[in-house]
Protein backbone atom coordinates (compact mmCIF):
# COMPACT_ATOMS: atom_id res chain seq x y z
CA UNK A 1 0.00 0.00 0.00
CA UNK A 2 3.23 2.04 0.77
CA UNK A 3 4.38 1.43 -2.26
CA UNK A 4 1.64 2.23 -4.53
CA UNK A 5 0.74 5.51 -3.01
CA UNK A 6 4.84 6.57 -3.32
CA UNK A 7 4.37 5.82 -7.30
CA UNK A 8 1.21 7.74 -7.47
CA UNK A 9 2.89 10.68 -5.80
CA UNK A 10 5.40 10.72 -8.30
CA UNK A 11 3.34 10.22 -10.86
CA UNK A 12 1.35 13.17 -9.73
CA UNK A 13 4.58 15.85 -9.21
CA UNK A 14 5.49 14.67 -13.04
CA UNK A 15 2.24 15.54 -14.38
CA UNK A 16 2.29 18.85 -12.09
CA UNK A 17 5.46 19.75 -13.57
CA UNK A 18 5.34 18.77 -17.59
CA UNK A 19 1.61 20.78 -17.58
CA UNK A 20 3.73 23.75 -15.88
CA UNK A 21 6.59 23.51 -18.53
CA UNK A 22 5.06 22.55 -21.77
CA UNK A 23 1.24 23.41 -21.43
CA UNK A 24 1.14 26.42 -19.49
CA UNK A 25 -1.76 26.24 -17.69
CA UNK A 26 -3.11 27.14 -14.29
CA UNK A 27 -2.08 23.75 -12.60
CA UNK A 28 -0.83 23.23 -9.22
CA UNK A 29 -0.58 26.94 -9.52
CA UNK A 30 1.82 27.77 -11.82
CA UNK A 31 0.25 30.05 -14.05
CA UNK A 32 2.43 31.34 -17.25
CA UNK A 33 2.28 34.05 -19.64
CA UNK A 34 2.20 34.33 -23.06
CA UNK A 35 5.31 36.65 -23.44
CA UNK A 36 4.08 37.92 -27.11
CA UNK A 37 0.52 38.70 -26.40
CA UNK A 38 1.54 40.21 -23.23
CA UNK A 39 4.52 42.55 -24.75
CA UNK A 40 1.90 43.19 -27.58
CA UNK A 41 -1.01 44.49 -25.62
CA UNK A 42 1.50 46.76 -23.38
CA UNK A 43 3.46 48.26 -26.62
CA UNK A 44 0.09 49.10 -28.29
CA UNK A 45 -1.12 50.38 -25.00
CA UNK A 46 2.10 52.67 -25.13
CA UNK A 47 1.46 53.62 -28.55
CA UNK A 48 -1.80 54.47 -28.96
CA UNK A 49 -2.55 55.69 -25.31
CA UNK A 50 0.37 57.73 -24.91
CA UNK A 51 2.82 58.28 -27.46
CA UNK A 52 0.36 59.58 -29.78
CA UNK A 53 -1.33 62.32 -27.19
CA UNK A 54 2.61 63.04 -26.87
CA UNK A 55 2.70 63.53 -30.33
CA UNK A 56 -0.26 65.31 -30.91
CA UNK A 57 0.88 67.67 -27.65
CA UNK A 58 4.28 68.76 -28.93
CA UNK A 59 2.63 68.88 -32.80
CA UNK A 60 0.37 71.58 -31.24
CA UNK A 61 3.09 73.34 -29.58
CA UNK A 62 5.37 73.68 -32.06
CA UNK A 63 2.85 74.50 -34.44
CA UNK A 64 2.21 77.87 -32.48
CA UNK A 65 5.78 79.08 -32.54
CA UNK A 66 5.67 78.82 -36.01
CA UNK A 67 2.76 80.80 -36.57
CA UNK A 68 3.68 83.29 -34.10
CA UNK A 69 7.20 83.36 -35.81
CA UNK A 70 5.78 83.83 -39.25
CA UNK A 71 4.17 87.27 -39.45
CA UNK A 72 2.66 88.82 -42.87
CA UNK A 73 2.55 92.53 -42.88
CA UNK A 74 1.42 94.79 -45.35
CA UNK A 75 3.25 97.48 -47.24
CA UNK A 76 2.31 100.43 -48.50
CA UNK A 77 3.83 101.31 -51.52
CA UNK A 78 5.31 104.83 -52.09
CA UNK A 79 4.51 106.40 -55.61
CA UNK A 80 5.65 110.10 -57.15
CA UNK A 81 3.34 110.13 -59.93
CA UNK A 82 0.78 113.21 -59.44
CA UNK A 83 -2.42 111.06 -60.25
CA UNK A 84 -1.52 108.65 -56.98
CA UNK A 85 -0.50 111.93 -55.19
CA UNK A 86 -4.22 113.46 -55.59
CA UNK A 87 -5.67 110.11 -55.03
CA UNK A 88 -3.91 109.62 -51.33
CA UNK A 89 -4.53 112.53 -50.30
CA UNK A 90 -8.51 112.28 -51.76
CA UNK A 91 -9.09 108.63 -49.40
CA UNK A 92 -7.42 106.36 -47.56
CA UNK A 93 -6.50 103.58 -50.16
CA UNK A 94 -7.85 100.17 -48.73
CA UNK A 95 -6.44 96.99 -50.03
CA UNK A 96 -8.25 94.53 -51.91
CA UNK A 97 -8.41 91.90 -49.63
CA UNK A 98 -9.12 91.73 -45.77
CA UNK A 99 -5.57 91.53 -44.62
CA UNK A 100 -7.10 90.53 -41.42
CA UNK A 101 -9.17 87.45 -42.47
CA UNK A 102 -5.72 86.48 -44.65
CA UNK A 103 -3.53 86.51 -41.70
CA UNK A 104 -5.92 83.97 -39.59
CA UNK A 105 -6.42 81.54 -42.47
CA UNK A 106 -2.45 81.83 -43.03
CA UNK A 107 -1.98 80.99 -39.58
CA UNK A 108 -4.37 78.02 -39.91
CA UNK A 109 -2.35 77.21 -43.02
CA UNK A 110 0.49 77.08 -41.02
CA UNK A 111 -0.14 74.81 -37.80
CA UNK A 112 -2.13 72.40 -40.78
CA UNK A 113 0.84 72.16 -42.06
CA UNK A 114 3.38 71.84 -39.24
CA UNK A 115 0.66 69.38 -37.58
CA UNK A 116 0.56 67.00 -40.50
CA UNK A 117 4.10 67.00 -41.37
CA UNK A 118 6.02 66.50 -37.64
CA UNK A 119 4.30 63.04 -36.77
CA UNK A 120 5.78 61.48 -39.65
CA UNK A 121 8.93 63.45 -38.50
CA UNK A 122 8.81 61.60 -35.25
CA UNK A 123 7.72 58.59 -36.51
CA UNK A 124 10.81 58.53 -38.87
CA UNK A 125 13.25 59.16 -36.11
CA UNK A 126 11.80 56.42 -33.66
CA UNK A 127 10.78 53.39 -35.74
CA UNK A 128 7.80 52.39 -33.24
CA UNK A 129 8.16 48.47 -34.24
CA UNK A 130 11.13 48.17 -32.24
CA UNK A 131 9.28 48.98 -28.92
CA UNK A 132 7.44 45.09 -28.28
CA UNK A 133 11.49 43.86 -29.19
CA UNK A 134 13.00 46.00 -26.63
CA UNK A 135 9.88 44.57 -23.85
CA UNK A 136 11.08 41.19 -24.63
CA UNK A 137 13.88 41.96 -24.05
CA UNK A 138 13.99 43.58 -20.89
CA UNK A 139 11.44 40.80 -19.61
CA UNK A 140 14.13 38.50 -20.35
CA UNK A 141 16.55 40.49 -17.93
CA UNK A 142 14.38 39.54 -15.43
CA UNK A 143 13.13 36.36 -15.99
CA UNK A 144 15.67 34.29 -17.54
CA UNK A 145 15.36 31.22 -16.27
CA UNK A 146 11.23 31.52 -16.21
CA UNK A 147 11.28 31.80 -19.91
CA UNK A 148 10.88 28.89 -22.24
CA UNK A 149 8.89 28.18 -25.30
CA UNK A 150 7.38 31.65 -25.29
CA UNK A 151 5.79 31.49 -21.73
CA UNK A 152 6.88 32.69 -18.81
CA UNK A 153 6.03 32.82 -15.24
CA UNK A 154 3.52 34.99 -14.30
CA UNK A 155 4.83 34.63 -10.34
CA UNK A 156 8.25 35.89 -11.77
CA UNK A 157 6.71 39.31 -13.57
CA UNK A 158 4.83 39.68 -10.23
CA UNK A 159 7.81 39.29 -8.36
CA UNK A 160 9.89 41.55 -10.77
CA UNK A 161 7.05 44.41 -11.86
CA UNK A 162 8.02 47.52 -10.16
CA UNK A 163 11.70 46.69 -11.38
CA UNK A 164 10.60 46.05 -14.85
CA UNK A 165 8.10 49.35 -15.01
CA UNK A 166 11.27 51.32 -13.87
CA UNK A 167 13.47 49.92 -16.34
CA UNK A 168 10.70 50.75 -19.11
CA UNK A 169 10.47 54.16 -18.15
CA UNK A 170 14.13 54.50 -18.00
CA UNK A 171 14.44 53.10 -21.44
CA UNK A 172 11.46 55.60 -23.09
CA UNK A 173 12.89 58.56 -20.97
CA UNK A 174 15.89 58.24 -22.37
CA UNK A 175 15.03 56.95 -26.02
CA UNK A 176 12.55 59.76 -26.53
CA UNK A 177 15.18 62.42 -25.31
CA UNK A 178 18.39 61.96 -27.68
CA UNK A 179 14.70 61.49 -30.02
CA UNK A 180 13.53 64.74 -29.70
CA UNK A 181 17.33 66.36 -29.54
CA UNK A 182 17.31 65.10 -32.79
CA UNK A 183 14.44 66.07 -34.52
CA UNK A 184 14.88 69.88 -32.81
CA UNK A 185 18.70 69.88 -34.46
CA UNK A 186 18.31 68.35 -37.24
CA UNK A 187 14.97 68.62 -38.45
CA UNK A 188 12.61 71.58 -37.40
CA UNK A 189 15.17 74.03 -39.29
CA UNK A 190 14.12 72.24 -42.23
CA UNK A 191 10.35 72.03 -41.22
CA UNK A 192 10.52 75.58 -40.27
CA UNK A 193 11.93 76.86 -43.45
CA UNK A 194 9.65 74.48 -45.47
CA UNK A 195 6.95 76.47 -43.79
CA UNK A 196 8.39 79.74 -44.22
CA UNK A 197 8.41 78.66 -48.40
CA UNK A 198 4.95 77.51 -48.51
CA UNK A 199 3.69 81.00 -46.76
CA UNK A 200 5.98 83.11 -49.12
CA UNK A 201 4.36 81.38 -52.37
CA UNK A 202 1.09 82.15 -51.62
CA UNK A 203 1.77 85.63 -50.67
CA UNK A 204 3.45 85.76 -54.14
CA UNK A 205 0.38 84.67 -55.64
CA UNK A 206 -1.95 87.45 -53.57
CA UNK A 207 0.49 90.01 -55.14
CA UNK A 208 0.46 89.33 -57.89
CA UNK A 209 -3.56 88.25 -58.83
CA UNK A 210 -4.85 90.41 -56.20
CA UNK A 211 -3.08 92.59 -54.96
CA UNK A 212 -2.32 96.72 -56.67
CA UNK A 213 1.64 97.09 -56.59
CA UNK A 214 1.34 100.20 -57.00
CA UNK A 215 -0.20 100.78 -53.18
CA UNK A 216 0.13 98.14 -51.12
CA UNK A 217 2.30 94.47 -50.80
CA UNK A 218 1.88 91.92 -48.94
CA UNK A 219 5.36 91.00 -47.01
CA UNK A 220 6.57 88.14 -45.09
CA UNK A 221 8.23 88.72 -42.00
CA UNK A 222 10.17 86.39 -38.97
CA UNK A 223 9.53 87.65 -36.04
CA UNK A 224 12.97 89.00 -34.42
CA UNK A 225 13.00 86.93 -31.60
CA UNK A 226 12.67 83.37 -33.59
CA UNK A 227 14.84 84.66 -36.44
CA UNK A 228 18.06 82.64 -34.67
CA UNK A 229 15.75 80.68 -32.60
CA UNK A 230 17.94 77.24 -31.80
CA UNK A 231 15.17 75.71 -29.87
CA UNK A 232 11.78 74.75 -31.02
CA UNK A 233 11.67 71.63 -28.56
CA UNK A 234 11.99 73.46 -24.86
CA UNK A 235 13.66 71.07 -22.00
CA UNK A 236 9.97 71.91 -20.73
CA UNK A 237 8.37 70.24 -23.40
CA UNK A 238 10.82 67.71 -23.46
CA UNK A 239 9.86 66.40 -20.01
CA UNK A 240 5.81 66.98 -20.77
CA UNK A 241 6.43 64.33 -23.93
CA UNK A 242 8.51 62.13 -21.31
CA UNK A 243 5.73 62.40 -18.32
CA UNK A 244 2.92 61.79 -21.33
CA UNK A 245 4.55 58.79 -22.79
CA UNK A 246 5.45 57.01 -19.11
CA UNK A 247 2.86 54.20 -18.00
CA UNK A 248 0.95 54.54 -15.23
CA UNK A 249 0.21 51.60 -13.62
CA UNK A 250 -3.15 52.91 -11.77
CA UNK A 251 -5.21 52.49 -14.24
CA UNK A 252 -8.26 49.32 -14.10
CA UNK A 253 -7.89 48.23 -17.67
CA UNK A 254 -4.25 49.72 -17.99
CA UNK A 255 -2.39 48.01 -15.54
CA UNK A 256 0.12 45.64 -15.94
CA UNK A 257 -2.00 42.72 -13.90
CA UNK A 258 -4.40 43.01 -16.56
CA UNK A 259 -2.55 42.58 -19.43
CA UNK A 260 -0.89 39.23 -17.82
CA UNK A 261 -4.76 38.04 -17.24
CA UNK A 262 -5.20 38.71 -20.78
CA UNK A 263 -2.17 36.74 -21.54
CA UNK A 264 -2.16 34.05 -19.52
Known amino acids: MIKLFSVLLVLFSSICFATTVDLGSTFCNQETVDINRFT ?23 SYQFRDAIQVKVKKMKSTSITSTIESKQSVLIPPVDVQILKRQLKGAVGSFVEDKLPAILSNRYNTTILQN ?30 FLTEIQRYTSQKFQSTLIQI ?69 ETNIRHFLKLST
Open 40 to 62: LLLSNHLLFDHLDKAYTQLSKKI
Open 134 to 163: QLDHLLYQYCPSKMTQGIVSQQCLLDNLES
Open 184 to 252: NESDLPKLFEKTRAQIAGILVHFNRHTMDNNYHRLELKIKSTHKTRKHWITPDMIQDFINTINHKDNEE
